[in-house]
C-alpha cells in the first residue's frame, strides 16, 4: 500500500508562483513499481483533468494550457514529485491532487491553489 502526502498549496496573486510537493510512502515494493507520477487538479464545477506527468526515466507531458509555465520534476531516491507552478493565473485555481501509477494507481488526498486576480 501506498500513501501520497502533498504540500505546497495556497492562496497567490495573478502572476505569482507556487511549488506543489508529492512524497509517497509505505510499501517499498509497490514504490519501486511506480514508472508514472504526476499532477491533476479539479476547478470547481469541472472535470478532473491531467496537469503534468513524469515517467522514472524523466519522460514528461504537460496539458496544453499550462506549457512554459508549469515544470515538473521528480526525486527518485526521495520518491517525491515536484509541480513548480510560475505566471498563476486565476484559471488555475483548482484542487490539484498528485497521482502514481505502477502496479497500483494512488491519489492524493488533493491541496488547493487558488489564484486571486
Known amino acids: 500500500q501506498v500513501q501520497l502526502v502533498e504540500s505546497g498549496g495556497g492562496l497567490v496573486q495573478a502572476g505569482g508562483s507556487l511549488r506543489l510537493s508529492c512524497a509517497a510512502s509505505?510499501?517499498?515494493?509497490?514504490?519501486?513499481?511506480?514508472?508514472?507520477m504526476g499532477w491533476y487538479r479539479q476547478a470547481p464545477g469541472k472535470q478532473r483533468e491531467l496537469v503534468a506527468h513524469?515517467?522514472?526515466?524523466?519522460?514528461?507531458n504537460y496539458a496544453d494550457s499550462v506549457k512554459g509555465r508549469f515544470t515538473i520534476s521528480r526525486d527518485n531516491a526521495k520518491n517525491t514529485v515536484f509541480l513548480q507552478m510560475n505566471s498563476l493565473k486565476p484559471e488555475d485555481t483548482a484542487v490539484y491532487y498528485c497521482?502514481?501509477?505502477?502496479?497500483?494507481?494512488?491519489w492524493g488526498q488533493g491541496t488547493l491553489v487558488t489564484v486571486s486576480s
Open positions: 509505505g510499501s517499498i515494493f509497490t514504490i519501486f513499481s511506480i514508472n508514472s
Open positions: 497521482h502514481a501509477l505502477g502496479s497500483l494507481e494512488v
Open positions: 513524469i515517467t522514472k526515466s524523466g519522460i514528461t
